[in-house]
């Protein structure tokens, strides 16, 4: 006699759950030289510890309670081959306008000498990379054409951008002048990527091949 097989029971079909973003919130450095990177994110980004204790410090330059960990220790060493190193290469923040870029990078000039290692006009931003006392870098930046969402369609869909996805060094003292001179953002940004105010010699993007 046949044996009767039995169906297996049909099951609903699982819902996919809608998927859940979380939005970037903070990064974590260690160090060993605490009071000095606080001070050097407090006078380039403005931030000031929510919290502040031997060895921990959590910074916000915003409603976060933290942005930036620090974790410090004088034990930790300095590495002097992380340009060869996989691994973070920077940490960057953002300006609502070009302008403000601008006039912080006049006021980190005229206050304290730091000068970026590397300004380049990406084409969705203008970015100016500056190091922390550790040799972190740290990038400024400011959308080029002040909306994600031009940017953004630029950065995916432009011809310019497959072609050079780096863009163009620009000399931030020259952008500075220039504007002084009366040239409007748009026009500005139009010429440093034409690589009107280039540098004369290239930078350092900090970034090396081990041999
Ligand atoms: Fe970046």
Known sequence: MKKATKKPAKRPA???KPFKRPVFHHALLKTARMDEMIKWY??????QPNFYAPGIAFLSN????HRLSLVGNPL????????KYAGLHHLAFEYTTVNDLLDTWQRLHDEFGYEPHVAVHHGMT???????P??????????????WKKSTKWMRESAEFKADPIGKF????????ARAAGVKTKELLRRAYA????????YDYRVDLPA
Do not use: I, W
Request: proline fraction near 7%; aromatic fraction near 12%; charge should be negative.
């Open 14 to 16: 699982a819902k996919k």
């Open 42 to 47: 407090a006078d380039v980004v403005g931030t």
């Open 62 to 65: 915003d409603g976060a309670n």
């Open 76 to 83: 930790f060493r300095d590495n002097p081959e992380f340009r």
């Open 126 to 132: 203008l970015s100016f990379y500056y190091v922390d």
């Open 134 to 147: 550790d040799g972190n870098s740290v990038e400024l930046q400011a959308d080029a054409f002040g909306d």
């Open 170 to 177: 620009v000399v931030p003292a020259k952008m500075v002048a």
């Open 195 to 202: 690589g009107e105010y280039a540098p004369s010699a290239p």
